[in-house]
Protein backbone atom coordinates (compact mmCIF):
# COMPACT_ATOMS: atom_id res chain seq x y z
CA UNK A 1 0.00 0.00 0.00
CA UNK A 2 2.69 2.48 0.44
CA UNK A 3 4.48 2.44 -2.96
CA UNK A 4 0.98 2.74 -4.07
CA UNK A 5 -0.05 5.65 -2.77
CA UNK A 6 3.72 7.02 -3.50
CA UNK A 7 3.26 6.26 -7.40
CA UNK A 8 0.25 8.03 -7.19
CA UNK A 9 1.61 11.09 -5.44
CA UNK A 10 4.35 11.37 -7.94
CA UNK A 11 1.70 11.35 -10.28
CA UNK A 12 -0.20 13.72 -9.02
CA UNK A 13 2.79 16.20 -8.56
CA UNK A 14 4.06 15.39 -11.87
CA UNK A 15 0.91 16.62 -13.58
CA UNK A 16 0.62 19.73 -11.83
CA UNK A 17 4.21 20.65 -12.21
CA UNK A 18 3.50 20.30 -16.38
CA UNK A 19 -0.10 22.45 -15.42
CA UNK A 20 2.06 25.25 -13.98
CA UNK A 21 5.18 25.40 -16.75
CA UNK A 22 2.21 25.31 -19.04
CA UNK A 23 0.48 28.13 -17.61
CA UNK A 24 3.63 29.97 -17.22
CA UNK A 25 4.78 29.60 -20.62
CA UNK A 26 1.09 30.43 -22.06
CA UNK A 27 1.28 34.08 -19.70
CA UNK A 28 4.80 34.83 -21.08
CA UNK A 29 4.76 33.95 -25.00
CA UNK A 30 1.04 35.45 -24.79
CA UNK A 31 2.90 38.56 -23.22
CA UNK A 32 5.43 38.47 -26.10
CA UNK A 33 2.99 38.11 -29.29
CA UNK A 34 0.33 40.72 -27.47
CA UNK A 35 3.66 43.13 -27.43
CA UNK A 36 4.47 42.33 -31.37
CA UNK A 37 0.67 42.67 -32.41
CA UNK A 38 0.22 45.79 -30.87
CA UNK A 39 3.70 47.10 -32.13
CA UNK A 40 2.82 45.62 -35.56
CA UNK A 41 -0.89 47.03 -35.55
CA UNK A 42 -0.28 50.65 -34.19
CA UNK A 43 2.63 50.78 -36.96
CA UNK A 44 0.19 50.01 -39.52
CA UNK A 45 -3.02 52.08 -38.45
CA UNK A 46 -0.71 55.40 -38.14
CA UNK A 47 0.95 54.73 -41.95
CA UNK A 48 -2.87 54.09 -42.97
CA UNK A 49 -4.00 57.45 -40.89
CA UNK A 50 -1.33 60.03 -42.38
CA UNK A 51 -2.65 62.65 -44.69
CA UNK A 52 -1.25 62.75 -47.70
CA UNK A 53 -3.07 65.76 -48.90
CA UNK A 54 -2.23 68.21 -45.66
CA UNK A 55 1.46 66.90 -46.37
CA UNK A 56 1.19 68.22 -49.94
CA UNK A 57 -0.24 71.36 -48.81
CA UNK A 58 1.27 72.01 -45.14
CA UNK A 59 4.60 70.17 -45.47
CA UNK A 60 4.13 68.47 -41.83
CA UNK A 61 3.15 65.14 -41.26
CA UNK A 62 -0.35 64.64 -39.74
CA UNK A 63 -2.34 61.96 -38.95
CA UNK A 64 -5.89 62.37 -38.40
CA UNK A 65 -7.43 60.55 -35.20
CA UNK A 66 -10.51 58.50 -36.18
CA UNK A 67 -8.98 57.17 -39.34
CA UNK A 68 -6.43 56.02 -37.00
CA UNK A 69 -8.79 54.34 -33.98
CA UNK A 70 -10.70 52.74 -36.90
CA UNK A 71 -7.65 50.75 -38.43
CA UNK A 72 -6.45 50.31 -35.85
CA UNK A 73 -9.40 48.05 -34.14
CA UNK A 74 -9.98 46.69 -37.83
CA UNK A 75 -6.28 45.49 -37.81
CA UNK A 76 -6.54 44.10 -34.19
CA UNK A 77 -9.82 42.16 -34.49
CA UNK A 78 -8.75 40.73 -37.55
CA UNK A 79 -5.28 39.58 -36.03
CA UNK A 80 -6.76 37.68 -32.78
CA UNK A 81 -8.25 34.62 -32.23
CA UNK A 82 -11.27 34.42 -29.42
CA UNK A 83 -9.24 32.87 -26.69
CA UNK A 84 -8.98 35.85 -24.89
CA UNK A 85 -10.51 39.31 -23.78
CA UNK A 86 -8.94 42.10 -24.76
CA UNK A 87 -9.57 45.83 -23.39
CA UNK A 88 -8.18 48.61 -25.67
CA UNK A 89 -7.23 52.21 -24.64
CA UNK A 90 -6.13 54.76 -26.45
CA UNK A 91 -4.18 57.34 -24.29
CA UNK A 92 -2.32 60.37 -25.90
CA UNK A 93 -3.45 60.96 -29.64
CA UNK A 94 -1.62 63.91 -31.60
CA UNK A 95 -2.08 65.02 -35.07
CA UNK A 96 0.84 66.96 -35.71
CA UNK A 97 3.09 65.29 -34.97
CA UNK A 98 1.54 62.10 -35.25
CA UNK A 99 1.65 60.53 -32.15
CA UNK A 100 -0.16 57.67 -30.28
CA UNK A 101 -0.02 55.80 -26.82
CA UNK A 102 -2.01 52.64 -26.85
CA UNK A 103 -2.77 49.81 -24.25
CA UNK A 104 -4.02 46.31 -24.30
CA UNK A 105 -5.33 44.28 -21.76
CA UNK A 106 -5.71 40.97 -22.23
CA UNK A 107 -7.43 38.54 -19.92
CA UNK A 108 -5.89 35.11 -20.03
CA UNK A 109 -8.36 31.73 -19.54
CA UNK A 110 -6.21 30.62 -16.15
CA UNK A 111 -7.93 32.26 -13.10
CA UNK A 112 -7.51 32.17 -9.61
CA UNK A 113 -10.33 32.49 -7.16
CA UNK A 114 -12.50 34.04 -10.50
CA UNK A 115 -10.02 36.66 -10.86
CA UNK A 116 -8.67 36.31 -14.60
CA UNK A 117 -4.72 36.72 -14.77
CA UNK A 118 -4.37 40.05 -16.98
CA UNK A 119 -1.36 40.68 -19.01
CA UNK A 120 -1.09 44.73 -19.95
CA UNK A 121 0.84 45.77 -23.16
CA UNK A 122 1.58 49.36 -23.83
CA UNK A 123 3.08 50.81 -26.61
CA UNK A 124 3.89 54.58 -27.61
CA UNK A 125 4.37 55.08 -31.39
CA UNK A 126 5.65 58.90 -33.19
CA UNK A 127 6.27 59.71 -36.95
CA UNK A 128 9.01 61.33 -37.36
CA UNK A 129 10.89 62.82 -41.04
CA UNK A 130 14.21 61.72 -41.94
CA UNK A 131 15.03 65.13 -43.66
CA UNK A 132 15.92 68.25 -42.56
CA UNK A 133 14.76 70.53 -45.99
CA UNK A 134 11.33 69.81 -46.82
CA UNK A 135 11.08 70.34 -50.56
CA UNK A 136 7.36 71.77 -49.91
CA UNK A 137 7.86 74.28 -47.65
CA UNK A 138 11.27 75.41 -49.63
CA UNK A 139 8.96 76.40 -52.68
CA UNK A 140 6.58 77.51 -50.64
CA UNK A 141 9.00 80.06 -49.76
CA UNK A 142 9.92 80.90 -52.63
CA UNK A 143 6.60 82.59 -53.46
CA UNK A 144 6.07 85.97 -51.87
CA UNK A 145 2.66 85.51 -52.10
CA UNK A 146 2.01 82.25 -50.62
CA UNK A 147 -0.18 82.10 -47.53
CA UNK A 148 2.77 80.30 -45.22
CA UNK A 149 4.22 83.53 -44.89
CA UNK A 150 8.00 83.39 -44.21
CA UNK A 151 10.08 80.83 -41.75
CA UNK A 152 10.99 82.53 -38.43
CA UNK A 153 14.67 83.66 -38.19
CA UNK A 154 16.74 81.74 -35.44
CA UNK A 155 20.04 81.96 -34.31
CA UNK A 156 22.26 79.11 -34.63
CA UNK A 157 24.01 79.17 -31.09
CA UNK A 158 27.41 77.12 -32.73
CA UNK A 159 27.45 79.61 -35.92
CA UNK A 160 26.28 82.50 -34.58
CA UNK A 161 24.05 83.86 -37.17
CA UNK A 162 20.53 84.21 -38.26
CA UNK A 163 18.88 81.52 -40.81
CA UNK A 164 17.52 84.88 -42.76
CA UNK A 165 21.10 86.73 -42.50
CA UNK A 166 23.12 82.97 -43.68
CA UNK A 167 20.60 82.89 -46.82
CA UNK A 168 21.45 86.70 -47.70
CA UNK A 169 24.92 86.39 -47.80
CA UNK A 170 24.77 83.13 -50.06
CA UNK A 171 22.37 85.57 -52.72
CA UNK A 172 24.78 88.29 -52.75
CA UNK A 173 27.66 85.76 -52.76
CA UNK A 174 29.52 86.48 -49.87
Known amino acids: MNKGMLTVGIIILALMG ?18 YLVKETTEAAIEDAIDIKYYRDN ?3 RMDKEKFVENFLRRF ?3 VDNTRNYQIRFYD ?8 SVKVDSATVFSFDSQNLIMSTSFDGIVESATTNNIY ?23 GYTQENSTNKNKNGN
Open 93 to 100: LNEVPPKV
Open 59 to 61: GSI
Open 137 to 159: LTEAYKNEENELGKPITTTDPQK
Open 18 to 35: LLLINVISNYSTGSELDY
Open 77 to 79: ADS
